[in-house]
C-alpha cells in the first residue's frame, strides 16, 4: 500500500507577531499536515517561528525547510533543536540542508567551504546531534550532562524526525543513512547559488540511485519533492510561459513535464499527484508560500489518499 499523503506549506515573508500567528492558523484551516520554516537570510528565523506557530495552531506539525547547516554550531543547534521540541508539544521535524547560497555566508561572515566541506560538516552535524539528542541512553530528567553541558530534553522519542534535502550521490548515501524522510527539489545547484531544475527522467535516476543506497534500511524512508510552480487552469501553456524566462533550455513541452510544475485542471493535477507518488514514492508534497492558497484545492481533493 502507498504511503498516505502528507501536505506542507513553507511559509517565507516575514510578518507581525499577529499576522504569522493568523497565516499559520489559516494553514491549519486548509488542511496543510505540516508548517515549515526556510532557514534564509531575509527571511523568519527558524525556531522563534515555529514555537509561534505552535502556540497558533492545534494539529500540524513544525519543521524547518530547510536548516542550512553552515550557520549552525551542531551543540549550539542540538538546545535549539531540544528547547523548540519541548515548546512545540513534540511537532517538531528537523530538516537539514547544506546550504546553496554563497553570498548568504559572505554576508554573515562565515566560510562557505567546497561542496566536500559543507557536506562534511552536514555529515558532523548529524553525527553530533544523534548523539547529544537521540540516544536511547538518555536519563528521564529534564536534562542531561553532555560533556559536561547541561541541555534540554527533546520531547520526541528516541529522537526529533531528521529530513534531509539532498542531490548528489554522497547527500543522498547520507539521507539514506541517517534520515526519516528523504527530500528532492528537483534541482540542481548551479554557480551563483541558483537552482536548475531536473528533467523527470533525471529525477528518476536520482530517486533509484536513493533506493540503491537504503536498500538495507529496517523502516523505509518518507519521500518528498518541494513543489515550485502551481495554477489551476485549464491552459497549461499559458501558465507557464511566464516562467520559460527562467528556463531557456527547455520546451513548453518539457516544463509542464518537470515534477516540480503542477499546472492544470484540478482533475489533472491530482491525477498528476497520484502518478507521481506510484511512479517515485513521493507521498510528503511541500509548496512555497505563494502557492498556498491555490494548493489548498489539492490537499482537500486527496485528504485521507
Known amino acids: ?38 532557514d534564509h537570510l531575509g527571511m523568519p528565523a527558524p525556531f522563534p ?48 540542508g547544506t546550504g546553496y547560497v554563497p553570498a548568504e555566508h559572505e554576508k554573515a561572515g562565515l566560510p562557505w567551504g567546497s561542496p566536500g566541506e559543507r557536506v562534511d560538516h552536514l555529515l558532523r552535524t548529524v553525527e553530533e546531534l544523534d548523539r547529544l539528542l537521540g540516544s536511547e541512553e538518555l536519563p528521564h530528567s529534564r536534562l542531561r550532562s553532555s560533556g559536561g553541558t547541561p541541555i534540554p530534553l527533546p520531547a520526541q522519542r528516541p529522537r526529533v524526525p531528521l529530513l534531509i ?24 545547484t548551479v554557480a551563483g ?24 534500511r529496517k523502516e523505509p524512508a518518507e519521500l518528498n519533492l518541494l513543489i ?3 495554477e489551476i487552469t485549464e491552459d497549461r501553456g499559458a501558465a507557464v510561459r511566464p516562467w520559460r524566462s527562467h528556463l531557456p533550455n527547455l520546451s513548453e513541452e518539457q516544463v ?24 517515485y514514492g513521493f507521498s510528503y508534497l511541500t509548496v512555497l ?17
Request: contains cysteine.
Open 49 to 96: 517561528s515555529l514555537v509561534a506557530a505552535a502556540e497558533a495552531t492545534e494539529q500540524p506539525r513544525l519543521g524547518t525547510f530547510v536548516l542550512n547547516a553552515g550557520f549552525w554550531n551542531p551543540t549550539l543547534l542540538a538546545r535549539e533543536v531540544a528547547t523548540t521540541d519541548a515548546l512545540t508539544g513534540g511537532r517538531l521535524e528537523l530538516g537539514l
Open 1 to 38: 500500500m502507498p504511503r498516505p499523503f502528507r501536505f506542507g506549506v513553507n511559509l517565507l515573508s516575514p510578518t507581525s507577531a499577529e499576522e504569522w500567528r493568523t497565516k499559520c492558523r489559516r494553514a491549519e484551516q486548509l488542511g496543510y499536515d505540516v508548517i515549515l520554516v526556510p
Open 256 to 279: 509542464l513535464e518537470l515534477p516540480l510544475v503542477l499546472v492544470g485542471t484540478l482533475e489533472e493535477i491530482v491525477d498528476q499527484v497520484l502518478a507521481q507518488r506510484e511512479r
Open 193 to 216: 547559488g541558483k537552482l536548475e531544475p531536473i528533467t523527470a527522467e533525471e529525477l528518476d535516476e536520482r530517486v533509484g540511485r536513493y533506493q540503491q543506497f537504503a536498500a538495507g
Open 165 to 188: 534535502g539532498a542531490n548528489g550521490d554522497r547527500m543522498l548515501r547520507i539521507t539514506a543513512e541517517h534520515a526519516d524522510i528523504a527530500a528532492f527539489t528537483g534541482a540542481r
Open 228 to 230: 515550485q510552480i502551481v
Open 289 to 305: 508560500e505563494p502557492n498556498m492558497e491555490v494548493f489548498a484545492k489539492v490537499v482537500q481533493a486527496l485528504h485521507g489518499w
